[in-house]
């Protein structure tokens, strides 16, 4: 397997990644940012890419939500979590934080350390970058301005920088959620805590045009542990929802629901089924088990073959 990810080398996303079981022993190849590592799959350069989907402190990562939603269709083939930690690096002339003039980061793990940047280095300015890690780096790049860096544990010490504080996020225990992408192909087989994605653009701006798509969930038990909003791009007003629900294809709740929501958005796009990295199965009522809908299609059955020829 050939495996890219959001890298350089030491992001959260590679640890990510090497929850994969054959991922350690597999070739991995960073990506610049998370369009480069879904193009290097959709094109045939790497097999599957890691890339992080949503954090528990910041929502969704609007970048991989776009990404997948458009263009060549992908799929989602399995989930992992990572609790995040960060520390905060330095040049080797930086003695202490008063001498902070510049931090850099990827601006998701600035806004996990805003709080104690403000109490801390209110004098310092955050210089965004395209990773924690590439950020890190920087303080090794005499070309670079900032000073100091916002990363993981784990590459500060890969690169021996220099670590002023650790555990400087402002959520202990934050998790952040990546997803294993690839080329649509086999859908996994159901675990029994299973959960499905879906793109779902909204096809006009109307009073219930939100309702007509989520009852469509409501009236087959069908739980939804995600939902956001996404612009598409194409003017205001229009939008599309990414949602990701409780259950698999496989389940007859989850089957009947994706039959309705294709009447009402013909344009969706299913980005899988796949294996939830932690978390119960769902409790379904009686009248949303397979046994319930199988009985009532038998039934529907039954009385379709009374109609007159």
């Known amino acids: 397997m050939i495996y890219t990810y959001l890298g350089p080398a030491g992001t959260f996303t590679e640890a990510a990644l090497l929850q994969v079981p054959d991922a350690r022993d597999s070739k991995r190849i960073p990506a610049a940012n998370v369009n480069a590592a879904l193009e290097m799959v959709r094109t045939g350069e790497a097999e599957a890419a890691m890339v992080p989907i949503e954090n528990s402190v910041e929502g969704g ?30 040049r080797q002339n930086i003695d202490s934080i008063e001498q902070i003039r510049s ?52 590459v500060a010490e890969e690169r021996g920088l220099k670590i002023l504080r650790t555990g400087i996020e402002d959520n202990a225990g934050a998790v952040t959620r990546f997803v294993l992408v690839a080329r649509p192909g086999p859908i996994p087989a159901p675990t ?6 879906v793109i779902l653009p909204l096809a006009e701006d109307r009073p219930g045009a939100l309702m007509d798509i989520l009852e469509q969930f409501v009236v087959r038990g069908v739980n939804l542990s995600r939902i956001e909003s996404r612009p598409t791009g194409e003017g205001m007003g229009k939008y599309f929802f990414s949602v990701d629900v409780d259950g698999h294809l496989a389940q007859q709740r989850v089957a009947d629901a994706l039959t309705g929501l294709h009447r009402v958005c013909p344009d969706l796009r299913f980005l899988g089924s796949y294996p939830a990295a932690q978390g119960l199965s769902s409790s379904v009522d009686a009248h949303n088990s397979d046994d319930a809908f199988s009985k009532a299609q038998q039934w529907v059955s039954g009385l379709k073959s009374r109609l007159a020829k």
Do not use: Y
């Not at 269709?73 to 990572?82: P, T, Y």
């Not at 029994?192 to 994605?197: C, N, P």
């Open 61 to 90: 990562v609007t970048t991989t939500l776009d990404a997948i939603a458009t263009g060549e269709a992908l799929q989602i083939m399995r989930e992992a979590l990572v609790t995040i930690t960060f520390v905060l690096a330095v």
């Open 192 to 197: 029994g805590v299973d959960k499905s994605t």
């Open 103 to 154: 931090v850099s980061t990827h601006g998701h793990a600035w806004a996990q350390c805003r709080n104690w940047a403000e109490s801390n280095i209110p004098q310092a300015e955050f210089v965004p970058a395209s990773s924690t890690a590439a950020g890190a780096l920087g303080l090794l790049d005499d070309e670079t301005t900032h000073d100091a860096a916002i990363c993981s544990p784990l």
